[in-house]
């Protein structure tokens, strides 16, 4: 464990390429531990880089370069270039919250210069840092004679060569739902298109999972098969088909490559986080974690409305019992849905009927804001655009300066709409459509964020463009959705199988938190009529497919800073004993370590409660019972702890016998296995408090 | 069957919309047969169509309609205008080459004006057409204040809307390998995105195929899935992220939904034909059907090269050779590849290499050409750009001008390249990257096919945009390739399956002729090492997986007016009996006809060569053994036909004995039930010779 701030950087060696054999063997710079090598090269007068690990070529020689519209770009006829520079950097930093405290940055660094030899010209260069947890690398195009003006990215030419043969574990870039898809498995080769992170197991049991880090102004990846097994960097283009629009010089976002011997080491990796630039936001100490309640299952499963018919769920009345059920329960917020006028009319195919100021008539923004604050308890904001993002620019300032003035300071984000389906104007007063992975949303996030910033605003993004460690930099980007979240057990058609949390471990959350908004204790079907036909989405019969202690451990296992209990109160209050376990769970924590797991089977994970000797123990299964031994190496030796145990009774099984469980507690120290027995779909969520 | 020209247009009404209840039910339009009918509905503002097949719904109202960047398109507030029109078109017209020799053109037409109600004023055209065998719709976008100037199409909004549940037979569109690719099947709710003709069968059993017509100045259509089972029509982007560059007045290219209750009624329409324009090019009797045999199989199997390199396929002796056999056997045609330089460096990547003009010094084209032609037979010259259509457009006048001189009236072209990996030059001289079914690319190939038709040669083109039908305009465009042919079985990894050709004829032959080069009869592994590592591709085991009857039947299942016999000619001397089928199997018909088949699994067509009494059968099935019924109607009744019968024997099978076949003879009238007993991935082919 890392217990102390260090800090070191030492420049190992300045060397003139001109010096190198490049041409034979390309320039090597390795990760620290030296299990990674990664090998640039100009044979054939490519840029090219391979990825080696424990000495063997797992990645073969990928292709790197970029095009733009009417300039040269870097494709062919290019040579590595006078300079290159390696460091070895290793320092630890402080995350204001998260999933851990304290953040090793370690790695060798390498920057590569290439140089055009035919036509006006040009260089690129290519920065690489290899972590002992994966390699990050981004291209850097400096200001120059030939590149003058506006640079449309016509594409970006980035090659990941995985193998053919290699398990992957994807979702479709190029469909309607943007991230919101059951994880699609099969071999490499039939991968067509996914989006990152995307992660693969190769036959000798590596695992490799492609994602980028610090998505700023540029227009989100995802991959696209070139081969089978082979794939090219897809980036999003704009409504006007162009990729990216910039000027030289500038940077990409990191290009990430997690490469670990088992799946429990993708999640203990930090390279995401370390590819971004520090917190620009100064004090954040108005950032705050927590759990949170609110006014919005009840919507899913069709008790209430968003619009005011009658049911609608964000009255007075309803809204002063969630905050005081949250206030008695120890929740530090309240989400209320549906507060604002907008959700009459056919809101999803016109955004433009949302305004962001209007509280409808039956709810008192300032007077509920006051009495929860009066309980110790804050709203939650809301701000649904259904992707008309035009609507919601334009009334952004006046949106955030409300929720600034009635105590508001943390709002969820909504981008309901098709993949490409965003709307903006362009200059000529023509609506145009982008995707919610383009350079527009890129630049449509950050504008948001750092308005809310202004106003000491947090923001949770629903339907987002995908992370890519920005936290860091914006610590108010607290979290965000990006994935199948609990919404789909409600109505999704088909619900998120068992298989899907322990795919999302090892896929979804390597990005970063997510707002999957767990806990659903009345695992029934929903199967009561609809009040109205149009309330009618997808199958009656859906229910969550875990057992109730899944339900629990998903709180551990799922990391987000804000944690939602998202089932009604009433059903909370039915099961206290169970519901015990979301009052005492920590939503920001010291430290956190994968333990075991396997992609799309299961997966174990502990954390330390920020500033706590306590720990919590997360582990969740797919449809195959499993009896894991978890040694409790984590705790702190010498200590004995009382572990609070929430596990699967020994006829529990999700589809026939949810509720069979088991809670009890006992004496553990770190020399300690304990036994996990995890039912069908089912999981063991255990609070661990130190005795003394 | 249709036996005379006939010629009858007749306007049956002029209908002022403005007197129809539009928005309550939209505006219908049916087959002649009226069990097709198309619904058009301005509802919502959105312009949509609704396909119905004996009164039921079966493709539900999908979106019409076009957007562009920098001006207003159609997507909302748009109703139904002023005036359409129906029309009843019957006109029977002649096919120079094909199928038919008469091709009956049989619809009512229907033209809805979209007009505007927000905005800048303007109008959208939607022109249908529905047959008894489908529906085909285009834009039509009249010159008007609102959309002057350039128009950049940015996407077209056309759906369709085929359900999740039908099966689909696919091939992916968004990936290097162009169009060749094995047929992938699942549900329509697994399809991503798929090249069309992409075929589905509903649960109801009726099948539905999505294609498009006269793609001309327009770039190709692929289906992208919206939802699933819902499809939005994707344009493939020029290199400049623009889909099409416009200016409007403008027509798209025909949107083709063939409809049919069982799979062998989509092979019997002829729609994709009749939404295109007639013959520009007048006199085309140099325009010649025929079979050929070529220098190419052996550079397939690594027993020659196409470069100059001691195994040199190209060369005068073998060339001599294969003229000679070509002049014994009755084949018009004598393809080589590999004359001419170019081939010895990395051609793939450099297209650069290749001279259209200078050949290899051991091949002497002039001298070849003319003994070619004393011995009544032609030399088929070769264009292989490895996708360098900026090498090749330097040179395609000279070229041209070479073939021409020397006798040269067939052209093969080729153009192996990734798909998106098209190289042309744009105004400032960078190199940019197009698709295959670019527009730049639907640009190019004409401007090829008319260079060519200018000097009175034929068009073969390998790795081509689709067929489109353009064959009826441009009738010395005469074949193409567009899906995986018999290489695949030399080197493809893996090679073309069982299922492959019942899943062509049902998909990728409703475009139009495939040269697929058929007839392999060695059927045995090419195992011998390589002479070089480079040499060796795929794997060493592939071989063709049929019987040596389905090779036979080919030639009358898969349609094409040039039909290679691919393999080498010591091959076919070694089966002489079998050979003789090929011998006498027509290139050119007067009638076709699909009597039975599933799509993937088996087929059987009829067909009569042109200007004979002689009719000629091919039936091939999947991996199944199948004993097929065939009532021989087709044949004209009270003639007896001398049946020579080429069936797999008892013990055939693709995999440990496709050998064992059977010839026979017997007589057969129109009363006949031939019974066709076909192998595993075997096939049955008869000749059907009239008795007198």
Same mark, same amino acid.
């Given at each position: 464990m890392i217990t102390r701030l260090l800090k070191a950087i030492a420049m190992l060696a300045m060397l003139l390429?001109?010096?190198?054999?490049?041409?034979?063997q390309g320039i090597d710079v390795s990760s620290p531990d030296g299990r990674i090598t990664v090998t640039v090269s100009d044979e054939g007068g490519h840029a090219t880089y391979t990825v080696s690990y424990d000495g063997e070529v797992v990645m073969p020689a990928a292709r790197l370069g970029l095009l733009f519209a009417d300039h040269h770009g870097f494709e062919d006829d290019l040579e590595i270039g006078a300079a290159t520079e390696i460091e070895l950097v290793d320092e630890v930093w402080e995350q204001p /919250?998260?999933?851990?405290r304290l953040v090793r940055d370690h790695y060798n660094a390498l920057e590569v210069a290439f140089i055009s030899t035919s036509g006006p010209r040009r260089n690129m260069h290519v920065r690489f840092r290899v972590f002992d947890t994966g390699v990050g690398f981004r291209y850097f195009i400096p200001e120059q004679d030939a590149l003058q003006g506006d640079l449309r990215i016509t594409d970006e030419l980035t090659q990941f060569n995985i193998g053919p043969d290699a398990k992957a574990w994807w979702t479709p870039?190029?469909?309607?739902?943007?991230?919101?898809?059951?994880y699609r498995t099969g071999t490499?080769?039939?991968?067509d298109d996914a989006h990152t992170p995307v992660t693969f197991r190769q036959p000798s049991g590596l695992h490799i999972a492609i994602h980028e880090a610090a998505l700023v102004d540029y227009s989100g990846m995802s991959l696209l098969a070139l081969r089978p097994g082979s794939f090219e960097a897809a980036l999003r283009p704009g409504s006007d088909g162009i990729k990216v629009h910039t000027t030289a010089p500038f940077t990409s976002p990191w290009r990430t490559i997690q490469i670990a011997p088992d799946a429990p080491g993708l999640i203990n990796s930090d390279i995401i986080l370390n590819l971004n630039e520090p917190n620009?936001?100064?004090?954040?100490? /108005?950032v705050e974690p927590g759990k949170y309640v609110g006014i919005w299952w009840a919507m899913h499963i069709r008790d209430? &409305?968003?619009?005011?018919?009658?049911?609608?769920?964000?009255?007075n009345e309803d809204t002063r019992r969630y905050i005081d059920f949250a206030a008695e329960n120890g929740f530090a917020g309240v989400l209320v849905e549906g507060?604002? &006028?907008?959700?009459?009319?056919d809101w999803f195919n016109n955004?433009?009927?949302?305004?962001? &100021?209007e509280a409808y008539p039956d709810f008192d923004l300032e007077a509920l804001a006051a009495y929860a604050q009066s309980k110790g308890v804050r709203i939650i904001g809301h701000h649904e655009t259904s992707g008309n993002v035009a609507n919601y620019e334009a009334q952004m300032d006046a949106a955030f300066d409300l929720y600034e003035r009635v105590g508001v300071t943390q709002v969820k984000t909504g981008?309901?709409?098709?993949?490409?389906d965003i709307v903006r104007y362009d200059a000529d007063g023509v609506k145009q459509y982008e995707w919610h992975d383009s350079q527009f949303m890129v630049g449509h996030h950050l504008r948001a964020v750092l308005a809310a910033a202004e106003r000491g605003i947090s923001i949770n993004a629903?339907?987002?463009?995908?992370?890519?460690?920005l936290r860091r930099t914006y610590p108010n980007w607290m979290t965000r959705e990006g994935a199948r979240g609990m919404e789909f057990n409600a109505w999704?058609?088909?619900?998120?199988?068992?298989s899907h949390v322990s795919t999302l471990a090892f896929t979804r959350m390597l990005a970063g938190p997510m707002d999957f908004t767990p806990g659903i204790f009345d695992l029934r079907p929903n199967e009561k009529p609809p009040l109205r036909e149009d309330m009618q989405r997808g199958d009656p019969s859906n229910r969550p497919q875990t057992t109730l202690m899944k339900q629990l451990a998903l709180y551990v296992v799922l990391y987000s800073?804000?944690?939602?209990?998202?089932?009604?109160p009433e059903n909370y209050l039915a099961r206290p004993d169970a519901f015990q376990f979301i009052k005492d769970v920590?939503?920001? /924590?010291e430290e956190s370590i994968a333990l075991q797991g396997e992609v799309g089977e299961y997966v174990a994970i502990a954390r330390q409660k920020r500033g706590s000797e306590e720990w919590f123990l997360g582990a969740v299964t797919d449809e195959t019972p499993r009896d894991l031994d978890i040694p409790?190496?984590?705790? &702190?030796?010498?200590v004995t702890y009382t572990a609070q145990i929430y596990r699967d009774g020994p006829?529990?099984?999700?589809?026939?016998?949810?509720?069979?469980y088991v809670i009890e507690e006992r004496e553990v120290t770190a020399a300690t296995v304990l036994e996990a027995g995890l039912a069908s779909s089912g999981g063991a969520a255990v609070r661990f408090v130190p005795k003394n």
């Open positions: 390429a001109a010096a190198l054999p490049l041409r034979a /919250w998260g999933e851990r870039s190029r469909q309607f739902n943007r991230y919101e898809y059951i490499a080769a039939v991968v620009k936001l100064g004090d954040v100490s /108005w209430r &409305t968003w619009g005011n018919d009658g049911i609608h769920g964000a009255n507060w604002n &006028t907008g959700w009459d009319g955004g433009e009927l949302f305004s962001f &100021t981008y309901v709409a098709d993949a490409g629903h339907e987002p463009v995908k992370d890519t460690g999704g058609s088909p619900p998120n199988p068992p800073p804000l944690q939602m209990a998202a089932d009604l920590a939503a920001d /924590w409790l190496t984590f705790l &702190t030796p010498g006829n529990a099984h999700w589809d026939t016998n949810p509720y069979d």
